[in-house]
Nanobody
Framework: VQLVESGGGLVQPGESLTLSCVGSGFTRYYYAIGWFRQAPGKEREGVACTQNNDGGIFYADSVKGRFTISRDSTTNTVYLQMNNLKPEDTAVYYC???????????????????WGQGTQVTVSS
């Protein structure tokens, strides 16, 4: 499985940003896909994850109400819409995938067999 992220950058607090991830090489129809983040000195965190068998979605408490994960199955693309960004959202964001849903387990454990290269998101005034 190959995952390629795009869309990171530098924004001010309160602004929005959308990350995209294009996946390829999936060998199973059902899979979990989502976003992890890693900030310096902090533990890796499963931010938002979804699965395409029943559309189940999981969000970390830290992003609920601000971030939205969505996917386009026709293009194998998953998006992370991030609104009202805060300095504590600063991190490298990774697109991840697992051929064995549920997505909630992937996000809660912050473990996945397939990773993208990561994209930096910096929130600073």
């Amino acid at each position: 499985v190959q995952l390629v992220e795009s869309g990171g950058g530098l924004v001010q607090p309160g602004e929005s940003l959308t990350l995209s991830c294009v996946g390829s090489g999936f060998t199973r129809y059902y899979y979990a896909i989502g976003w992890f983040r890693q900030a310096p000195g902090k533990e890796r965190e499963g931010v938002a994850c979804t699965q395409n068998n029943d559309g189940g979605i999981f969000y970390a408490d830290s992003v609920k109400g601000r971030f939205t994960i969505s996917r386009d199955s026709t293009t194998n693309t998953v998006y992370l819409q991030m609104n009202n960004l805060k300095p504590e959202d600063t991190a490298v964001y990774y697109c991840v995938a697992d051929p064995d849903p549920p997505a909630q387990i992937m996000c809660v454990t912050a473990k996945a067999p397939s990773w993208g290269q990561g994209t930096q998101v910096t929130v600073s005034s």
